[in-house]
C-alpha cells in the first residue's frame, strides 16, 4: 500500500500529524531544539504566556512517583513582552511544519483577551489555547472553566481580540465537562483541549511535609489516561469542533486511544519530560499501525468510538 496519511485538519489548520507537545513540556521550543526534532511532530503548545513575569512556586516544583509526576511550577514564564520579542520570532525562523499554538493564562478574566491582543500581529504560531484551568483570582481562586459566566468572559475577551484559532483547555474535575465545553463554543472557541492535570499531594514521608514546595500539586502520567479518554468522549458526545486529547501518553496505542475517543489532536506530556526521544517514536509507530492495519488515512479513525447500547 501507499504511505499511510497521518495529517489532520483541525480549526481550519492542517498537522501533518497528530502528535503535539503539551503545554508545559515543549518551553517555548527552543529549550528542545538540540534533543527532539520538533518538525517531525504535528505541532507542539508552548508554555503558558502571561502579561506580567510569572517566577512561580517555591521548590521543589516537580517530584516523581510510582505510576506518575506532580508539579506546581506555578505558570513561570518571563511575560507577553518576552515572549513576544524573543521567542515567537525563533519559532518563526527554526519551524516550518510543525504548527505552534501558545498557551494562555490570566489572574482575572480580562488578562486573557489583553495577552492575546499583544501577540496577535507576531509571526511564528497558528493559533491560542487558553488555560482555563488556572484561579480567578477575583473569584477567590475558583477556576475561569468551573463558571460558566467566566468562561464565556475569557473566551469572548479572547475572540475578540483575535482571528486566529482558539483551544480552551479544560480541567477534569469539573461536573459536565461536556457542558463547559459547550459553553466555551458558544463564546466563539474554536476547539476544547481535555485534559489539565488533577489535584492531588505526595507527602515527603522523612521531613513529614509536603513533597514539593508548594504544597499540593498537579498529578500526571499513566494513570490520567483513561480519564483524559473519557473526558474527550464526553466532550465529543457535546460539541462537533475539533479536540486535543492530553494526559498519560506514552505510545501509538495511547494516542489511538485517544482519536477513537474523538480527538484529531493528541499532546504528550510527562513521557516526553522522561524520554524526549518518545514523541518521534510515536509519530513513527503510528506509520506501522496504520500499515500494518490497512488504514489509509488515520483521520479515519477520528470519533468511531461504539458506545454500549
Not at 514564564?77 to 519559532?91: E, I, M, Q, R, S
Not at 474527550?232 to 501518553?249: D, E, F, L, S
Request: charged share 20%.
Amino acid at each position: 500500500m501507499s504511505a499511510p496519511s497521518l495529517a489532520m485538519r483541525a480549526a481550519g489548520l492542517t498537522f501533518q500529524n497528530p502528535v503535539l507537545l503539551a503545554s508545559g513540556t515543549a518551553a517555548y521550543g527552543r529549550e528542545l531544539d538540540d534533543v527532539i526534532a520538533l518538525d517531525a511532530l504535528g505541532g507542539i503548545v508552548t508554555k503558558a504566556v502571561s502579561l506580567e513575569t510569572r517566577h512561580g512556586n517555591a521548590a521543589p516544583r516537580v517530584w516523581d512517583f510510582e505510576g506518575g509526576m506532580i508539579n506546581a511550577v506555578g505558570l513561570a514564564n518571563p511575560g507577553v513582552d518576552t515572549v513576544k520579542a524573543d521567542h515567537l520570532p525563533w519559532l518563526a525562523h527554526s519551524l516550518r511544519r510543525a504548527q505552534v499554538l501558545v498557551n494562555v493564562v490570566g489572574r482575572v478574566a480580562e488578562d486573557f483577551g489583553e495577552v492575546v491582543a499583544k501577540l496577535d500581529d507576531a509571526p511564528g504560531f497558528a493559533a491560542y489555547e487558553l488555560n482555563v484551568s488556572c484561579p480567578n483570582t477575583r473569584a477567590g481562586g475558583l477556576e475561569f472553566g468551573a463558571d460558566a459566566a467566566a468562561l464565556t468572559t475569557v473566551v469572548s475577551r479572547a475572540r475578540a481580540a483575535t482571528k486566529r484559532p482558539l483551544f480552551v483547555k479544560l480541567s477534569p474535575t469539573l461536573p459536565d465537562v461536556g457542558a463547559m465545553a459547550r459553553v466555551a463554543v458558544e463564546a466563539g472557541a474554536d476547539g476544547i483541549t481535555v485534559i489539565n492535570t488533577i489535584p492531588g499531594l505526595v507527602i515527603d514521608l522523612a521531613a513529614r511535609k509536603p513533597a514539593l514546595g508548594f504544597g499540593s500539586g498537579g498529578v500526571s502520567g499513566p494513570g490520567l489516561r483513561p480519564i483524559g479518554v473519557l473526558a474527550t468522549a464526553k466532550v465529543r458526545r457535546a460539541v462537533t469542533v475539533p479536540i486535543i486529547g492530553v494526559g498519560g501518553v506514552a505510545s501509538a496505542e495511547d494516542v489511538l486511544q485517544y482519536l477513537v475517543a474523538g480527538a484529531s489532536l493528541v499532546a504528550v506530556g510527562t513521557a516526553a519530560l522522561a524520554n524526549p526521544r518518545v514523541p518521534e517514536r510515536i509519530v513513527r509507530d503510528l506509520d506501522r499501525w496504520c500499515r500494518s492495519r490497512g488504514v489509509t488515512a488515520l483521520a479515519d479513525l477520528v470519533g468511531t468510538l461504539e458506545w454500549p447500547a
